[in-house]
């Protein structure tokens, strides 16, 4: 796994290379220990690209026990540990409006709970402005680019955390 800070000023960000499954977890486990509650973290990539992956080291970080897999079919699955996990998986949606009924106004922003959101395309404009959104691609059979990217002062704060947490590679 190699990480190098990009340097906006304005969005800070970081883009990472893993080479496994397990190296994906670790980058999210550690951003998930960086969490205090309240985040908004947004996934995007292609089938595949370790979304799913990326959300169950997060949920190691949050303290959560129970294993997690993609709310594919129920769209909304939550978990406990030391912050809630919120994990959305808009895939099977259509259009944005499609998404009101899953409470999303509640679950953004929510104290004591982090919200993870696959397919964040499917939202309206709710998801914008204070968050982080992670691009995931494919670099070879188990090798994928982590591209994150923080919006607003909680998020920016968010990822300086994470960079203190993953250290120098």
Same mark, same amino acid.
């Given at each position: 796994?190699?990480?190098? @800070? ?29 969490c205090?509650?309240? $985040? ?5 990539g ?12 997060? @949920? ?38 499609q998404?009101?009924?899953?409470g999303?106004? $509640? ?7 982090v ?10 404009g ?24 923080? $919006?607003? $002062? ?16």
């Open positions: 796994m190699v990480g190098q @800070a990009d340097n906006q000023d304005s969005a800070p960000g970081i883009r990472f290379a893993s080479d496994s499954p397990e190296a994906t977890r670790r980058l999210a486990r550690l951003l998930g220990s960086a205090r509650g309240g $985040e908004a973290i947004l996934l995007s292609d089938l595949g690209a370790g979304k799913t992956c990326f959300i169950q080291g997060l @949920a190691v970080g949050l303290g959560i026990r129970a294993p997690v897999s993609s709310p594919t079919f129920t769209l909304h699955a939550q978990y406990a540990g030391r912050l809630a996990l919120n994990h959305l998986d808009l895939y099977r949606l259509d259009e944005p409006a998404a009101e009924p899953l999303l106004s $509640e679950l953004l922003n929510a104290p004591g709970a919200l993870a959101v696959e397919w964040p395309e499917f939202l309206a709710e998801a914008a402005g204070d968050c982080l959104r992670l691009f995931l691609s494919h670099g070879g059979e188990n090798e994928r680019g982590i591209t994150a990217a923080a $919006e607003g $002062e909680r998020h920016r704060g968010l990822v300086e955390r994470w960079r203190d947490l993953i250290g120098p590679e």
